[in-house]
């Protein structure tokens, strides 16, 4: 499985395409606004899967475009089903100066804790971390998270949007992220990538000792 990472649109949103080679398969991770490149880069691969950590409006910015063109099921937690078509949910008619407000297209497929994705030889399984917004998740791929807003390089994701909580993020961070392994490599929605043990020792919002 071959990883690439687009930092998209104003907000910078870390948009990640995995591919499989021997199948010319792939799967979008948090399609955000401006995604022709990410267009470009699965150019004659199926695109099987449409994951969303979450629904803000800078995670979801260009899932019509994709949709259009792969034709893919759009996945998401069901705590956000609403959210895709309702842009006062995904923030997009908070801030309609960004590009308009968002009003689709909805989600195909539910994710929840616990579920697999099998893609090509690879298993991912899904993590419930609320806490930045009530329906966050986390996709882990072997020794890889895709964390969505929920754990930066030294940072946690904000928790003063609608649905937010502060103590719940927390939460998901120390049960659901800093249990897996060391070496485990945390694809951030914004920002450079980390580790578990760099954030568990080091991160100032969430560290072991605190």
């Keep these: 499985m071959h990883i690439q990472g ?28 401006g995604p022709d490149i990410v267009l470009d880069a699965v150019d ?35 705590n956000e089903k609403d959210w895709l078509t309702d842009p006062m949910l995904n923030g997009s008619g908070r801030w309609p100066q960004i590009s308009g407000p968002i009003t689709g297209p909805a989600a195909d ?7 697999k994705i099998q893609f090509a030889d690879t ?10 917004s009530p329906g966050s998740v986390a996709y882990v791929a072997g020794d890889q998270v895709f964390a969505g807003d929920t754990l930066f ?6 928790t003063d949007l609608p649905g937010g909580d502060h103590d719940t993020l927390i939460d998901s961070i120390r049960r659901k992220l800093y249990v897996l392994p060391n070496q485990t490599i945390v694809y951030p929605g914004h920002g450079p990538e980390t580790t578990i043990e760099r954030e568990r020792q080091s991160n100032p919002f969430v560290r072991d000792n605190m």
């Design 6 to 33: 687009f930092a998209l649109g104003a907000f910078q949103t870390n948009c990640y395409v995995l591919t499989d080679e021997d199948h010319k398969t792939a799967i979008i991770i948090d399609p955000g606004y």
């Design 44 to 78: 004659g691969y199926k695109v099987e899967h449409i994951l969303l950590t979450h629904a803000h409006l800078d995670h979801i910015g260009g899932l019509q475009q994709l949709k259009q063109a792969t034709g893919a099921p759009i996945s998401i937690h069901i």
């Design 109 to 115: 497929r539910f994710v929840a804790e616990g579920d």
């Design 123 to 132: 298993e991912i399984s899904v993590l419930f971390v609320p806490g930045h």
């Design 153 to 158: 390089f030294g940072s946690i994701g904000r």
